[in-house]
């Protein structure tokens, strides 16, 4: 069982830059794509960003294209979301997980965007 930890949220003016993290227990991480999803008040959660297995491949929501991009790092067990020019939008608590079979969901990491 994987089990995940976001983090590097904080508050931000808008046009600003936050870099997350999402630290995962278990060997076989490097097994799974992976993603960061969102979860505005009031909203349903929603997918942000994709990455395949080996890093290879990424995908990006319409609303973050060109803004927000994934990596990750299977060494150490890492995925992380560099996201700049932010927008008072983009304010929402921020999970991982995987993109297939989800794991049981982490607390998530909150990110506020002033405007």
């Known amino acids: 069982q994987v089990q995940l930890q976001e983090s590097g949220g904080g508050l931000v003016q808008a046009g600003g830059s936050l870099r997350l993290s999402c630290a995962a227990s278990g060997r076989t991480f490097s097994f799974y794509g992976m993603g960061w999803f969102r979860q505005a008040p009031g909203k349903e959660r929603e997918f942000v960003a994709g990455i395949s297995r080996d890093g290879g491949a990424t995908s990006e929501a319409p609303s973050v294209k060109g803004r927000f991009s994934i990596s990750r790092d299977n060494v150490k067990n890492t995925v992380f979301l560099q996201m700049n020019n932010l927008k008072p939008e983009d304010t929402a608590v921020y999970y991982c997980?995987?993109?297939?079979?989800?794991?049981?969901w982490g607390q998530g990491t909150q990110v506020i965007v002033s405007s």
């Open positions: 997980n995987s993109l297939a079979q989800p794991f049981p």
